[in-house]
């Protein structure tokens, strides 16, 4: 059997844990169709608001793999759409980096294991009559699975991460009203599952969700302490081709 790796998805990063052909560098493309929600809760946990986002992210990465399963990669996730902050739709803008090294190992059977970490950092951006903006940096890490469906592959993931976040709000006509919050470290998760359709030895394409939660506390134990839970699902397919 051809020698297969494991591309695991963080939420995310949120790369797709799935087996393709090994080769030194892919490259992918793709898009999805996205949802984007946080909740606001005050200091005694009630939430007091709830924006909710709709949103088309384009995918972008590339990936160099060693013949002995290590592999580094590099991906890129953003997009635009509306959000319901106010009574009438307004902009929203979401993008993620990430920068992600691992092990894949794979049996004979096409069954696979894979684990990764590194480093990713996130932007969220909702435009009314004000901006408010939540920008988070942390560790990720996680495990994968893969094994052979069909004519393809499945894989399943599931990763945790570490961030610190601020939330910016500015644009207001009241100067008080234009503040940083910084948020305390927060644990959070991400999950992925994924199929790999091969079209020939070095193209395929892969159909993926992606998704990811965190809940962030800003000025911790202050009269203006709140909490940000926030939410990502993704639905789409990209493009790979391995040189």
């Known amino acids: 059997m051809k020698k297969l790796i ?5 939420c995310a990063v949120s790369l797709l844990a799935s087996q393709m052909a090994l080769a030194d560098i892919k490259v992918r493309a793709g898009v999805a169709s996205g949802s984007y929600s946080v909740d606001l809760k005050n200091a005694s946990g009630v939430v007091y608001q709830t924006v909710n986002a709709k949103y088309t992210p384009i995918n972008l990465g590339a990936s160099y793999v060693a013949n002995n399963g290590f592999y580094v990669d590099f991906g890129y996730t953003g997009g635009s759409g509306t959000h319901d902050m106010t009574s009438t739709d307004k902009t929203f803008r979401r993008s993620d980096l990430a920068l992600i090294a691992g092990k894949s190992n794979v049996r004979e059977s096409g069954f696979s294991t894979s684990f990764y970490g590194g480093f990713k950092t996130g932007q969220t951006v909702l435009t009314s009559s004000v901006e408010d903006k939540l920008v988070a940096s942390g560790l990720v890490g996680g495990v994968g699975v893969g094994f052979p469906v069909g004519p393809g592959s499945l894989g399943v993931n599931v990763g945790l991460g570490i961030m610190k976040a601020n939330w910016d709000k500015t644009g207001s006509a009241i100067a008080a009203n234009n503040r940083s919050y910084a948020a305390d470290t927060a644990v ?26 965190y809940s962030y506390v800003f000025d911790s134990g202050l009269s203006t302490e709140f909490t940000v839970t926030e939410t990502t699902n993704a639905v789409g397919a990209n493009f790979y081709a391995t040189f």
Do not use: A, Q, R
């Open 6 to 10: 494991i591309v695991s998805m963080t």
């Open 188 to 213: 959070g998760f991400s999950f992925g599952l994924g199929y790999t359709y091969p079209i020939n030895e070095t193209m395929g394409v892969v159909v993926d969700y992606k998704g990811h939660g």
